[in-house]
């Protein structure tokens, strides 16, 4: 059912607000040990925010804005109230633009890193309920919070000079590396941002119907929470190696993990408890990540990708367990490159 035919149905309920949550709370251990290690560069991120606001920022939301429309009290008032409510539960210190931009494809954005703002398409407006629209804004706002533009901006750019240095295969290969590492990340990212969503809607449910929703289209009486998993159980378990080597290969160049790995991954962090946690107001505060540990984060990490080696049947993960670190070696690789020595300290 359409977001506007269903918000009246919707019930008015109490949600917890998280005062000065960090955005370390909710994301994924390889996507935070990379933030972790990017924010110790001194200097670096306030360059890169500088750069990317000088030009694209204001270019991209001066597009929008003669485009698409900016919600408030008397434009989508729904979403704006949605928008404001899930900006208040995470304790964002501003709270973003949000342009509804026609075009049928459900799609939502984060964009711009001095200012950032959010960009939701009409496709996913008809796509998602009342609830499903507050896990997807909630999403969003755990991309501006987490900063993922600034580093997100750091990607395109490094795509973009590997394009152009292909012929010096050296100076290639290596940035191939890093650009496979933080793609990984960006997947993670993702991670990140869907518990982000959970924890501004506070309906496990809601998230687990909109990623439904974006693999299989709006009949939700045609989709079943069981079968979806079943299906994620046996993607993880592929019975043959050949199989999970082009799972690998179908990552390459994905910025976005596919959309049963988004469910179970969302399905087992509430499930683990993580997400009631927060609600009890045990998570980690903004105040203190001046303090976080480079080193530390990298082995939550790396804990993390061991973990979810253990879980998995895929044969073809115990071939290339090396390579999947990649993305818990990713702040270490930045800070090489960089600050011109290896490893990112412990603080």
Not at 125 to 142: A, P, S, W
Not at 232 to 252: C, F, N, S, T
Request: aromatic share 8%; charged share 25%; with cysteine.
């Amino acid at each position: 059912m359409p977001y506007h035919q269903d918000m009246t149905s919707v019930p008015d309920r109490a949600r917890v607000r998280l005062p000065g949550i960090s955005s370390r709370a909710y994301e994924h251990p390889a996507d935070r040990s990379a933030l972790v290690a990017l924010r110790k560069l001194t200097g670096f991120d306030v360059l890169l925010r500088r750069l990317a606001s000088l030009f694209s920022d204001r270019s991209l939301r001066l597009l929008f804005l003669a485009s698409s429309v900016r919600t408030s009290t008397e434009q989508f008032p729904h979403l704006h109230e949605l928008l404001l409510d899930g900006s208040a539960i995470l304790d964002l210190p501003e709270v973003p633009e949000l342009f509804i931009s026609q075009m049928p494809i459900p799609n939502a954005m984060a964009l711009g890193s001095d200012q950032p703002f959010i960009v939701i398409t009409t496709g996913m407006v008809d796509l998602m309920d009342g609830e499903e629209m507050r896990f997807v804004i909630g999403h969003e706002l755990g991309h501006v919070l987490s900063g993922h533009a600034v580093y997100r901006t750091m990607l395109f750019h490094l795509t973009r000079l590997a394009a152009r240095m292909a012929w010096f295969a050296i100076g290639y290969i290596g940035l191939r590396v890093i650009i496979a590492g933080l793609e990984e990340w960006y997947r993670k990212s993702e991670l990140s941002c869907d518990r982000a969503g959970v924890l501004a809607g506070q309906d496990p449910a809601a998230g687990r119907r909109a990623l439904m929703k974006l693999a299989g289209g709006s009949r939700m009486s045609e989709l079943s929470h069981d079968a979806f998993h079943l299906q994620a159980r046996e993607y993880d378990a592929v019975p043959d190696v050949r199989e999970g080597l082009i799972k690998l290969l179908q990552l390459q160049g994905n910025t976005h993990p596919f959309a049963v790995v988004r469910f179970a991954e969302l399905d087992r962090w509430v499930g683990d408890g993580d997400y009631e946690q927060i609600l009890s107001g045990e998570y980690q505060r903004r105040e203190d990540d001046p303090t976080a540990s480079v080193s530390e984060e990298i082995r939550a990490a790396a804990r993390s990708y061991q973990d979810s080696w253990n879980r998995t049947s895929d044969p073809f993960v115990g071939l290339v367990k090396s390579a999947a670190e990649t993305a818990a070696d990713a702040g270490e690789r930045l800070l090489g490159v960089f600050t011109g020595r290896r490893g990112g300290g412990s603080s």
